[in-house]
Structure formats: structure tokens, C-alpha cells
């Protein structure tokens, strides 16, 4: 990522620097509910919302199913809304996630990454993000603070685009990026501005033109609102796209839904999500230092799927290691995996693939097992046998 | 409102009915077995029947007067039950005319 | 918004179109009908999941001439919060005129799974008007009890067996728990008393922040009675002092229709299947239980109001 | 790169001294990750948490296992000896709030060739403060121990975080640090 930039440098951590993005956004609605790893958020929103440095509403829910269920009728009402969660938050407002997308609300969510229970934990697994990959929310996952921030600011616009009207979440690993603080560039408020003009709402609730939003909707046409919903949303690809293109103007940072180091001669690559894609590529640098043909692919994107780009960069490799941070019970795979599996599915040439599955409930992900990973991809390279189609890392046994 | 689309791409954005009130063109009439008669002879034009109504079926008119409109009446019986001078009778449906 | 004296001062116009399935005789348009008339424009409804929500609104039907929301069963409340909140920014921000705001739950929405999400929404102080449409079971899923069920009453989750005889719980009192919540005004509705139930909804409309308004739905399809005897069932709720009319306005508790004379509770209960078991002799335990709970309900209610026995 | 692993008590302020030296390292252009550890602690647990500084971008999130510099602030922690050296590295820096260091600890520390740096935080923060706020005071003991950041961002670190809070408690602050930096010692062995 480039560091040419705009704008000031400041040291937020993950939460406060969604919260600076949205305060920043001008948004009308903040509908949330406490939950670590999150709650920083919704706190220093109430906190700009109370000392009048942002004119919103801050509806202080008593649930995170009220939290979206709020979040919905304000963005059908014509408001530029947000919301953020976590875990237990993300299942309690499950049902809402997919009302939400099907109602083509504009809300902006950010989720602090947290495992699900049980066992109670309050740290890092991806279980809420995935619980959340069909119900029709674009998905980016932030690598860093900057990215956070970044990544914030680019969904309220790409969200309300007249070619997307979908909602967005910002995924943001719990306590490593929520808590964490690191240097970043913050727009001024002027150009987030120019960027991001208030909301102009599609079919918003309007008593001289009434309409009925979210109709009983029986076999005559349920399948045809879903097979268009389908339709618009695999279309958001290119316009997110665009939206990353006009950020990259006005910010001086390029973001891309594939995210890609030494992948020009890489035979062996670790595909992977959120903040662990640093940590890869930290070792991967030390690899290709040392003659290691390794390559790291992130997703900032990870709904849509950027199939085509997928393909491209992954399907001359000779093995890939797909790294999930959760768990399928009793699936051949884990969501990430499924997803870079079928996405290859195919292509004329594909990699041998593995999934690995790590840092659940926030266990560290450190260089030795990275490090391990990328040897047994090169083991499986020369011996072109995979044994075992996925493995743990990190896990004592 | 063109209710007939031939495809999803042809849908209203969203899962949305974008028009009021279409549920004129779905005519209720058809579930009646017993249907209201009103003598407006017998009538007091006191709009109990206009009140309660489920559907609402019965419009009100100039002066208090009323009519059942029949696309729309399911013979709920309602109004006949409700009338204090028995101006309305449920008779069988398409027996009487 | 103005009070009325008689029927003919209701207004003509209709925003509910016919052409909804509503089962005949079913006692919620009423409701419906006087709200949208009652409620001056502009104005948006929520509705819950529910029998008003599928019977009309079928896509591509509706019956709405305003705008009309439903998000899911249990969250009425909550995304007519969010509504109401958006629209109250907006016009500070941006002067668009706030409507007024209208949610329309069933017993199950309003009693059962929804009543947190109201809890949330009256605590906050939203500005809108809560009805409670209480046909007192789960009618759209065929009959199943649920914590507006009154005591006595036989549903499919609840049947009037050889050992139990229906629903032995009582019903909530969701007047008290809208007061608790510190509303300004909170009213019972009954299809039976139109004018009553008209000058409520004004009432309700013109105080400001939530109100809740518990309106008593008859439904023939669930209570097992003739449905042109829907406003007779009603009617006879009230007289047996079964569904008292009252109301509470600013601190002030008021009956509005006072029943002197109540009918034997057994002329209500023989109209309906769901109450017909509690008749025969074995179940007259049950049905003086039943008849004494309405008995305090009643005084409870008096000594509220400060009228005397 | 250089990387702190701070220890505390709940509420001693730990991760607000972590907070503070990356925020000025932030001013002097630096890339910085700072890192609370969190779990269900409350107030008297003892707490850690993270700075990672760098003159270039930090991409890697994993924990620091090896850190350079551990700084001591609650005086009661010193005998953890194995939770406190755990990971440092060979010749690191040990700084200390403490009248004089930890017997057992000094000993420990030796083995590894550790240079150890002490003050007494607490009673500087109780002259000052009249309260045991000896976080801030510890900034000014490692800024002595290791010039990782200079004197004058740790002052604005500690106005942008107090500012709002009154002048006095920043210009306290500010003092403490400076007189933790001219009496924190080396230990000499």
C-alpha cells in the first residue's frame, strides 16, 4: 500500500478510527449496541454525538437484533446509518442481515472480528464475519488501522451508490486491529466531504409517494426478487472498483479486492484474511529474501468474491494454502476455503490446495507457524501429494 | 400498476411494491358464499355497517347513505349482524337475482 | 385532531383498500381503518409479522395508501425507532417533514417475541403510536397460545384436554407494563364502541412521545364463533367486564365505558368453541377462577380510577 | 525495530504509558503499534501491554515474544521474576519502579546481561500527584534508559492525552516525567 497521502497523521486505534471515519461521514443514524470487542466504537460516537461534534442520532438500543432491525427502518426512512457489532451481536442480529441486504438498506457496519461462544471468548476468530457471507452484505476486511479507516469512508459511498444499494460491514479483527493503535492518515473533513456527499436515497419511505417496503412474497415471485438481488449484487464488483479508484485519487492509497505480494513467480502462496495478511507477508518477505519463491494473497474484498482475480493470480501456482480463522463443522473445508476451492473450480490450471485453520478465540498466529505453513506447501509442491486437506496450526497436541 | 412483469429483471427495485393500493385489482368478491341485500328503503343511515365493515366492502355516500360493494364483500355477514333495523339480509349467493 | 361525538363524524376517506385476505369477519381492519382516519397525514405504518402483515400485503398487492414497512416478527418496535429517529434528524438536518409514526404488532408481536424491542422502543421515548391488535393467540400460524391467551381459552398449543383444560396461565396485563414504562397514555380498544375507540386513537396520536393503545380483535377463525357475530363477541367482552375500557392519561386512570350490570360470563364464553369446555362441570373450578380474576381486574381497575363500586 | 512490553495492575495506567510512547513516537514520523493485553481483568490483575516502533511500515500483528525493553511499573511485580524477563533479549533493558531492584531479579536479570534502570516512581508521583499515578513517570526513566523517543514528544504525547483534563495535570505529568528522568539510576552489578 502507498503512503503518498492526504490529510494528517494521527494515532487511533482500530475502533476509534472507524469512529472518525464515520463521525467524518456525516452519518444521520447510529444505531448500535455495546459488545467488545466494538463497544469503543459506539462509545466515542455517543461521545461526538453528545458534544455536538456530530449531528446524528445515536438510538441507544436494547439489543443488537433492535440495533439492525433500527438500522433498517432508518436507512429505508432516506438516513445514512450506522451500526457496529461483534460475535454474539452479529448472531443475535442475524435474521436482519438478510432483511437489510433484500430491502437494499444503505447501513455501514463495522464488526469488531470476535469467536463465537461457546466457550466464551472475547478475542479474534472470523465465525461472525463468515456467519454473515450469504446474506448479501458486501464484506472488506481491514488489515490495519488505515485500512479501517480507509475501508469505512469507501463502504457509506460504494453502500450508497445508485448501482449497489447494499449494505456493507468492515471487518476489523477484534483487540489486534479494535484495540490496537497505529499511526494513520485521516482525510479533512472537506474532502470527505467532496467524496462522500450526504446520502441521496433511492425509494425512500415518503408519505406523498407511498410505497410497501418488504411485502409477504409467496412462490409467484420470490425466487425472481431473489434472482435479481443476485444479479444487482454480483454487479457491485466493478463499481467498488471504481469507488477504490476515486479513493486512490483523492487519498494517494490504492485499494484492490485482491490484495497480492510476490505473486509474479510465487509457487507456493498462503491466501488469507484481515490483519494476519501483514504477518504473512512479514514472513514471506524474509523468505523471498532468502531465494523462497512464497507469495501472500489478501482479500480486502471478501463479498463479492473477486472470482477473476482469484483465478489469475492464483492459478498458475503450484500450491496454496488457504488459512481460515474458524471452523465448518463437518464441511470438507472452512468457508475461505470452500470459497478459493470454487473459485478455481474451473480454471484451466489449478493449484493443489490445504486449509489451514488458525487463531481461533484470538490465539497468536506467530512467524514459526507461518513459517511451517509455507514449508508444507513447499514439501507438497515437490511431492505433488496432498495428505491432509487441512490442518491446525498453534494448537497444542 | 402493471402487476404482470415477465421477468425479475423487469421487478421494482428491492423487495418493495412501489404503487399504493393494488390490492384493488385482487377482487375479494369471489370468497362469498352469503351475500349482504340492502333495502335502503329500511336504511337509517346511521353507518354501523359502513363502521365495521372488515374489508372495507360498504362505502359511504352523500347523506349517509350506503353501498356494498360487491367486488370486494367476502359475505362475512358483519354488516346484517350489526344493522339495528334489519335493513340488510344474507341471502345465498346467486340465489337471489 | 379533533374529538367526536357520533359515527357520522368519522371521516369517509380510506386509506386501507379492500382487496386484503383478512379471513371474513376478522375484527383488525376495524382498527386499522380508524387509525389511518384518525391519525392525520403524513404518516408512516410499521407492521410486525403477523395476520395484517401477510393478508395485505402479497406482493404485488398491498392495501396500504401509505407508507407501509414490515422488517420481521419480534422488531416492530425497534424499526419503527429507527424511523421515527431518522425522520426527527433529517428535519433537523435537512427539513424534511417528519411523519407520523404508526406500529402495528399482534399479541404474539406485541406480548411474546416483541416485547423487548418495545420495552427498548417506550424506554427510549420515541415519538409514536404502539397498537397492539390482541386477537389473543397466534391466529397467522394457526391458533397457538401465547401471553395475551387469556386463562381458560383452548388453542393448539394449549388444547382443552382430558387433564388440562386450555390455558391455565393468565394473560399479561399490557397496559401496566406500557405504564411502568412511564407512557403518557395508554387506552383499551374494542371494535364494539367506535367512538370510544376513534377519540383513544386521537388521544393517543396527539400526546407526544409512545403510546399504546391494546385493541380487542375478535377472530372468528380462532375463536371458533360465526363471523357475523364478530361485534356481538366484542361487544359482549366488554359487557362481562372481561375487556374493561379505560384509559390512562397523564397519571389519570379513567374507565370509559362503565359497566354497571355485567352479563354472566358465561354469555361470552358459550359464543366461542375456544371457551365451550369450560361450561361443563368439570371445569367449573377453572371458570370460577376465571370469573374471580375478572372480578378483581374490574375492582383493581375502579379503585384506579377513583369511581366506586 | 524496537519493541516494549510494559507491566502494571489493572488501572495503573499501563496501557495508557504504552499508548503515550507510541503517540510520540508517532510525532517523530515513526510507524508504531501499540497493543493492550486483554482479558477479563479488572483493576489490581496484572496487566501488559505492547509498543512496537519502527523507522519503517510495521506490517506483522503477531505479539511481541522477544521484546527489547521491559518497563516495570507497578514496584510489587518485581519478584514475577520469570513473568516480568520472560522473552527478553539477551543485553535488553529492565526498567524498574522500585527504591532499588529486586534481589532475585537482579539475579535473573545478570544471567541474561540485562541492564537494569530503577527509580522510585512512586514517590515522585505521590510528591507531585499526592496519588500513585507512577505510569507517566516511567516514560521519563525509559526515555533515560533508551532515547527511543526524545523528551519533548513524550510532553506533547502527554498534552494531546490530558489537555482536556486541565493544565495542571499535564504540567504535573510533565514534571514527574522529567524528574523520573534525571533520577532513574543503572544498576550497577
Same mark, same amino acid.
Given at each position: 500500500?502507498?503512503?503518498?497521502?492526504?490529510?494528517?497523521?494521527?494515532?487511533?486505534?482500530?475502533?476509534?478510527?472507524?469512529?472518525?471515519?464515520?463521525?467524518?461521514?456525516?452519518?444521520?443514524?447510529?444505531?448500535?449496541?455495546?459488545?467488545?470487542?466494538?463497544?469503543?466504537?459506539?462509545?466515542?460516537?455517543?461521545?461526538?454525538?453528545?458534544?455536538?461534534?456530530?449531528?446524528?442520532?445515536? %438510538?441507544?438500543?436494547?439489543?443488537?437484533?433492535?440495533?439492525?432491525?433500527?438500522?433498517?427502518?432508518?436507512?429505508?426512512?432516506?438516513?445514512?446509518?450506522?451500526?457496529?457489532?461483534?460475535?454474539?451481536?452479529?448472531?443475535?442480529? *442475524?435474521?436482519?442481515?438478510?432483511?437489510?441486504?433484500?430491502?437494499? $438498506?444503505?447501513?455501514?457496519?463495522?464488526?469488531?472480528?470476535?469467536?463465537?461462544?461457546?466457550?466464551?471468548?472475547?478475542?479474534?476468530?472470523?465465525?461472525? #464475519?463468515?456467519?454473515?457471507?450469504?446474506?448479501?452484505?458486501?464484506?472488506?476486511?481491514?488489515?490495519?488501522?488505515?485500512?479501517?479507516?480507509?475501508?469505512?469512508?469507501?463502504?457509506?459511498?460504494?453502500?450508497?451508490?445508485?448501482?449497489?444499494?447494499?449494505?456493507?460491514?468492515?471487518?476489523?479483527?477484534?483487540?489486534?486491529?479494535?484495540?490496537?493503535?497505529?499511526?494513520?492518515?485521516?482525510?479533512?473533513?472537506?474532502?470527505?466531504?467532496?467524496?462522500?456527499?450526504?446520502?441521496?436515497?433511492?425509494?425512500?419511505?415518503?408519505?406523498?409517494?407511498?410505497?410497501?417496503?418488504?411485502?409477504?412474497?409467496?412462490?409467484?415471485?420470490?425466487?425472481?426478487?431473489?434472482?435479481?438481488?443476485?444479479?444487482?449484487?454480483?454487479?457491485?464488483?466493478?463499481?467498488?472498483?471504481?469507488?477504490?479508484?476515486?479513493?486512490?485519487?483523492?487519498?494517494?492509497?490504492?485499494?484492490?479486492?485482491?490484495?497480492?505480494?510476490?505473486?509474479?513467480?510465487?509457487?507456493?502462496?498462503?491466501?488469507?484474511?484481515?490483519?494476519?495478511?501483514?504477518?504473512?507477508?512479514?514472513?514471506?518477505?524474509?523468505?523471498?529474501?532468502?531465494?523462497?519463491?512464497?507469495?501472500?494473497?489478501?482479500?480486502?474484498?471478501?463479498?463479492?468474491?473477486?472470482?477473476?482475480?482469484?483465478?489469475?493470480?492464483?492459478?498458475?501456482?503450484?500450491?496454496?494454502?488457504?488459512?481460515?480463522?474458524?471452523?465448518?463443522?463437518?464441511?470438507?473445508?472452512?468457508?475461505?476455503?470452500?470459497?478459493?476451492?470454487?473459485?478455481?473450480?474451473?480454471?484451466?490450471?489449478?493449484?493443489?490446495?490445504?486449509?489451514?485453520?488458525?487463531? !481461533?478465540?484470538?490465539?497468536?498466529?506467530?512467524?514459526?507457524?507461518?513459517?511451517?505453513?509455507?514449508?508444507?506447501?513447499?514439501?507438497?509442491?515437490?511431492?505433488?501429494?496432498?495428505?491432509?486437506?487441512?490442518?491446525?496450526?498453534?494448537?497444542?497436541? | 400498476?402493471? +402487476?404482470?412483469?415477465?421477468?425479475?429483471?423487469?421487478?421494482?427495485?428491492?423487495?418493495?411494491?412501489?404503487?399504493?393500493?393494488?390490492?384493488?385489482?385482487?377482487?375479494?368478491?369471489?370468497?362469498?358464499?352469503?351475500?349482504?341485500?340492502?333495502?335502503?328503503?329500511?336504511?337509517?343511515?346511521?353507518?354501523?355497517?359502513?363502521?365495521?365493515?372488515?374489508?372495507?366492502?360498504?362505502?359511504?355516500?352523500?347523506?349517509?347513505?350506503?353501498?356494498?360493494?360487491?367486488?370486494?364483500?367476502?359475505?362475512?355477514?358483519?354488516?346484517?349482524?350489526?344493522?339495528?333495523? &334489519?335493513?340488510?339480509?344474507?341471502?345465498?349467493?346467486?340465489?337471489?337475482? | 385532531?379533533?374529538?367526536?361525538? $357520533?359515527?357520522?363524524?368519522?371521516?369517509?376517506?380510506?386509506?386501507?383498500?379492500?382487496?386484503?385476505?383478512?379471513?371474513?369477519?376478522?375484527?383488525?381492519?376495524?382498527?386499522?381503518?380508524?387509525?389511518?382516519?384518525?391519525?392525520?397525514?403524513?404518516?408512516?405504518?410499521?407492521?410486525?409479522?403477523?395476520?395484517?402483515?401477510?393478508?395485505?400485503?402479497?406482493?404485488?398487492?398491498?392495501?396500504?395508501?401509505?407508507?407501509?414497512?414490515?422488517?420481521?416478527?419480534?422488531?416492530?418496535? #425497534?424499526?419503527?425507532?429507527?424511523?421515527?429517529?431518522?425522520?426527527? @434528524?433529517?428535519?433537523?438536518?435537512?427539513?424534511?417533514?417528519?411523519?407520523?409514526?404508526? =406500529?402495528?404488532?399482534?399479541?404474539?408481536?406485541?406480548?411474546?417475541?416483541?416485547?423487548?424491542?418495545?420495552?427498548?422502543?417506550?424506554?427510549?421515548?420515541?415519538?409514536? !403510536?404502539?397498537?397492539?391488535?390482541?386477537?389473543?393467540?397466534?391466529?397467522?400460524?394457526?391458533?397457538?397460545?401465547?401471553?395475551?391467551?387469556?386463562?381458560?381459552?383452548?388453542?393448539?398449543?394449549?388444547?382443552?384436554?382430558?387433564?388440562?383444560?386450555?390455558?391455565?396461565?393468565?394473560?399479561?396485563? !399490557?397496559?401496566?407494563? =406500557? %405504564?411502568? &414504562?412511564?407512557?403518557?397514555?395508554?387506552?383499551?380498544?374494542?371494535?364494539?364502541?367506535?367512538?370510544?375507540?376513534?377519540?383513544?386513537?386521537?388521544?393517543?396520536?396527539?400526546?407526544?412521545?409512545?403510546?399504546?393503545?391494546?385493541?380487542?380483535?375478535?377472530?372468528?377463525?380462532?375463536?371458533?364463533?360465526?363471523?357475523?357475530?364478530?361485534?356481538?363477541?366484542?361487544?359482549?367482552?366488554?359487557?362481562?367486564?372481561?375487556?374493561?375500557?379505560?384509559?390512562?392519561?397523564?397519571?389519570?386512570?379513567?374507565?370509559?365505558?362503565?359497566?354497571?350490570?355485567?352479563?354472566?360470563?358465561?354469555?361470552?364464553?358459550?359464543?366461542?368453541?375456544?371457551?365451550?369446555?369450560?361450561?361443563?362441570?368439570?371445569?367449573?373450578?377453572?371458570?370460577?377462577?376465571?370469573?374471580?380474576?375478572?372480578?378483581?381486574?374490574?375492582?383493581?381497575?375502579?379503585?384506579?380510577?377513583?369511581?366506586?363500586? | 525495530?524496537?519493541?516494549?512490553?510494559?507491566?502494571?495492575?489493572?488501572?495503573?495506567?499501563?496501557?495508557?504509558?504504552?499508548?503515550?510512547?507510541?503517540?510520540?513516537?508517532?510525532?517523530?514520523?515513526?510507524?508504531?503499534?501499540?497493543?493492550?493485553?486483554?482479558?477479563?481483568?479488572?483493576?489490581?490483575?496484572?496487566?501488559?501491554?505492547? $509498543?512496537?516502533?519502527?523507522?519503517?511500515? @510495521?506490517?506483522?500483528?503477531?505479539? +511481541?515474544?522477544?521484546?527489547?525493553?521491559?518497563?516495570?511499573?507497578?514496584? $510489587?511485580?518485581?519478584?514475577?521474576?520469570?513473568?516480568?524477563?520472560?522473552?527478553?533479549?539477551?543485553?535488553?533493558?529492565?526498567?524498574?519502579?522500585?527504591?532499588?531492584?529486586?534481589?532475585? !531479579?537482579?539475579?535473573?536479570?545478570?544471567?541474561?546481561?540485562?541492564?537494569?534502570? *530503577?527509580?522510585?516512581?512512586?514517590?515522585?508521583?505521590?510528591?507531585?500527584?499526592?496519588?500513585?499515578?507512577?505510569?507517566?513517570?516511567?516514560?521519563?526513566?525509559?526515555?533515560?534508559?533508551?532515547?527511543?523517543?526524545?523528551?519533548?514528544?513524550?510532553?506533547?504525547?502527554?498534552?494531546?492525552?490530558?489537555?482536556?483534563?486541565?493544565?495542571?495535570?499535564?504540567?504535573?505529568?510533565?514534571?514527574?516525567?522529567?524528574?523520573?528522568?534525571?533520577?532513574?539510576?543503572?544498576?550497577?552489578?
Amino acid at each position: 500500500m502507498s503512503t503518498i497521502v492526504k490529510g494528517r497523521r494521527i494515532g487511533l486505534n482500530g475502533d476509534r478510527a472507524v469512529a472518525y471515519a464515520v463521525k467524518q461521514a456525516d452519518v444521520d443514524v447510529i444505531s448500535a449496541y455495546p459488545i467488545t470487542p466494538q463497544t469503543i466504537i459506539v462509545e466515542a460516537l455517543a461521545e461526538y454525538v453528545n458534544n455536538g461534534e456530530l449531528n446524528a442520532a445515536f %438510538i441507544p438500543v436494547e439489543s443488537e437484533h433492535t440495533a439492525l432491525s433500527a438500522a433498517v427502518g432508518a436507512s429505508l426512512a432516506g438516513a445514512r446509518v450506522f451500526t457496529a457489532t461483534a460475535s454474539q451481536g452479529l448472531a443475535l442480529m *442475524y435474521e436482519i442481515l438478510w432483511i437489510a441486504a433484500g430491502l437494499r $438498506t444503505t447501513i455501514v457496519m463495522a464488526l469488531g472480528n470476535r469467536a463465537f461462544s461457546p466457550n466464551i471468548n472475547i478475542h479474534c476468530s472470523h465465525d461472525d #464475519a463468515y456467519a454473515a457471507r450469504d446474506t448479501g452484505w458486501i464484506q472488506f476486511f481491514a488489515e490495519n488501522v488505515q485500512e479501517a479507516y480507509d475501508l469505512t469512508l469507501q463502504a457509506f459511498r460504494i453502500s450508497e451508490d445508485k448501482r449497489v444499494l447494499f449494505p456493507s460491514i468492515v471487518n476489523l479483527d477484534g483487540f489486534i486491529l479494535t484495540h490496537s493503535l497505529e499511526g494513520l492518515y485521516v482525510l479533512d473533513d472537506k474532502d470527505v466531504k467532496d467524496f462522500l456527499p450526504p446520502k441521496d436515497p433511492v425509494n425512500p419511505i415518503d408519505p406523498e409517494s407511498p410505497k410497501t417496503y418488504g411485502p409477504l412474497d409467496l412462490y409467484d415471485w420470490y425466487i425472481e426478487h431473489k434472482r435479481q438481488q443476485a444479479e444487482h449484487f454480483n454487479n457491485t464488483l466493478p463499481i467498488i472498483e471504481e469507488v477504490f479508484n476515486e479513493y486512490y485519487e483523492l487519498a494517494g492509497r490504492k485499494y484492490t479486492p485482491v490484495k497480492t505480494y510476490g505473486m509474479e513467480d510465487a509457487e507456493v502462496a498462503i491466501v488469507v484474511l484481515g490483519s494476519s495478511a501483514g504477518s504473512v507477508r512479514y514472513v514471506a518477505k524474509r523468505l523471498r529474501r532468502r531465494g523462497r519463491k512464497v507469495g501472500v494473497v489478501s482479500l480486502t474484498l471478501f463479498r463479492p468474491l473477486p472470482v477473476e482475480e482469484i483465478i489469475e493470480v492464483l492459478s498458475s501456482v503450484k500450491v496454496v494454502a488457504v488459512m481460515d480463522r474458524s471452523y465448518s463443522f463437518g464441511s470438507p473445508g472452512a468457508p475461505l476455503f470452500l470459497d478459493i476451492n470454487a473459485a478455481l473450480s474451473n480454471a484451466k490450471e489449478r493449484p493443489l490446495l490445504f486449509n489451514v485453520i488458525y487463531g !481461533l478465540g484470538g490465539r497468536d498466529l506467530t512467524p514459526d507457524h507461518i513459517l511451517a505453513i509455507y514449508d508444507r506447501a513447499e514439501d507438497i509442491a515437490r511431492s505433488g501429494e496432498v495428505k491432509e486437506r487441512q490442518i491446525w496450526v498453534g494448537v497444542r497436541g | 400498476m402493471s +402487476i404482470r412483469w415477465k421477468s425479475w429483471k423487469e421487478l421494482p427495485l428491492g423487495m418493495v411494491i412501489p404503487e399504493p393500493a393494488t390490492s384493488l385489482e385482487f377482487k375479494t368478491g369471489s370468497w362469498r358464499a352469503l351475500k349482504p341485500v340492502l333495502d335502503e328503503n329500511k336504511c337509517i343511515r346511521c353507518l354501523l355497517c359502513w363502521v365495521h365493515c372488515p374489508e372495507p366492502a360498504i362505502e359511504r355516500l352523500e347523506g349517509d347513505r350506503v353501498r356494498i360493494d360487491y367486488n370486494y364483500c367476502k359475505g362475512c355477514g358483519i354488516c346484517a349482524n350489526v344493522c339495528p333495523v &334489519h335493513a340488510i339480509e344474507m341471502v345465498m349467493e346467486g340465489g337471489e337475482e | 385532531m379533533n374529538q367526536i361525538k $357520533t359515527l357520522r363524524d368519522i371521516p369517509t376517506r380510506e386509506q386501507l383498500a379492500p382487496g386484503h385476505r383478512l379471513c371474513a369477519g376478522c375484527g383488525i381492519p376495524q382498527i386499522v381503518r380508524f387509525v389511518l382516519k384518525a391519525v392525520p397525514d403524513p404518516k408512516v405504518v410499521v407492521n410486525a409479522t403477523g395476520c395484517l402483515e401477510v393478508a395485505t400485503t402479497i406482493f404485488p398487492y398491498t392495501s396500504w395508501k401509505v407508507p407501509w414497512i414490515h422488517n420481521a416478527f419480534e422488531n416492530v418496535a #425497534a424499526t419503527a425507532s429507527g424511523i421515527e429517529a431518522a425522520f426527527k @434528524i433529517m428535519e433537523k438536518k435537512r427539513g424534511r417533514r417528519k411523519p407520523r409514526i404508526i =406500529a402495528f404488532g399482534g399479541d404474539g408481536g406485541t406480548f411474546d417475541i416483541g416485547l423487548q424491542a418495545l420495552s427498548g422502543a417506550l424506554e427510549r421515548g420515541h415519538d409514536l !403510536l404502539y397498537i397492539c391488535y390482541d386477537n389473543e393467540a397466534y391466529m397467522n400460524t394457526g391458533i397457538q397460545r401465547s401471553g395475551a391467551t387469556p386463562k381458560g381459552a383452548s388453542t393448539t398449543t394449549s388444547p382443552a384436554g382430558r387433564v388440562i383444560p386450555g390455558k391455565l396461565e393468565r394473560k399479561k396485563d !399490557l397496559i401496566s407494563i =406500557a %405504564i411502568a &414504562h412511564g407512557v403518557k397514555y395508554a387506552a383499551t380498544l374494542n371494535p364494539a364502541y367506535p367512538v370510544d375507540m376513534y377519540n383513544k386513537i386521537v388521544k393517543a396520536a396527539s400526546t407526544s412521545g409512545p403510546t399504546v393503545l391494546h385493541y380487542f380483535t375478535p377472530c372468528p377463525t380462532g375463536w371458533y364463533f360465526d363471523p357475523s357475530r364478530s361485534i356481538e363477541v366484542a361487544r359482549l367482552a366488554v359487557q362481562t367486564r372481561i375487556w374493561p375500557l379505560y384509559e390512562y392519561d397523564n397519571g389519570v386512570y379513567r374507565i370509559t365505558v362503565m359497566v354497571k350490570k355485567p352479563r354472566p360470563i358465561e354469555d361470552y364464553f358459550k359464543l366461542q368453541g375456544r371457551f365451550r369446555h369450560l361450561l361443563k362441570p368439570e371445569n367449573k373450578w377453572l371458570l370460577d377462577e376465571i370469573k374471580k380474576e375478572v372480578e378483581e381486574n374490574w375492582n383493581r381497575l375502579l379503585k384506579l380510577s377513583g369511581a366506586s363500586t | 525495530m524496537i519493541e516494549v512490553r510494559w507491566h502494571g495492575r489493572g488501572g495503573q495506567g499501563v496501557v495508557t504509558s504504552s499508548e503515550l510512547l507510541a503517540q510520540a513516537a508517532l510525532k517523530e514520523g515513526k510507524y508504531v503499534y501499540h497493543a493492550p493485553e486483554f482479558g477479563p481483568e479488572r483493576r489490581g490483575a496484572p496487566v501488559r501491554a505492547f $509498543t512496537r516502533i519502527d523507522d519503517e511500515e @510495521i506490517e506483522q500483528h503477531f505479539g +511481541i515474544y522477544e521484546p527489547d525493553i521491559v518497563v516495570v511499573i507497578d514496584p $510489587t511485580l518485581q519478584s514475577e521474576t520469570s513473568y516480568i524477563l520472560q522473552g527478553l533479549k539477551k543485553g535488553g533493558v529492565l526498567v524498574l519502579n522500585a527504591k532499588k531492584p529486586h534481589k532475585l !531479579l537482579v539475579e535473573e536479570a545478570k544471567e541474561i546481561n540485562a541492564e537494569i534502570w *530503577y527509580v522510585d516512581a512512586y514517590s515522585i508521583a505521590m510528591e507531585i500527584f499526592g496519588r500513585p499515578f507512577y505510569n507517566t513517570p516511567m516514560l521519563g526513566a525509559l526515555v533515560k534508559a533508551r532515547e527511543l523517543v526524545k523528551l519533548e514528544s513524550i510532553f506533547e504525547a502527554v498534552k494531546d492525552r490530558f489537555a482536556a483534563r486541565g493544565e495542571e495535570i499535564v504540567e504535573n505529568n510533565i514534571k514527574a516525567i522529567k524528574q523520573a528522568y534525571s533520577e532513574v539510576k543503572k544498576y550497577e552489578y
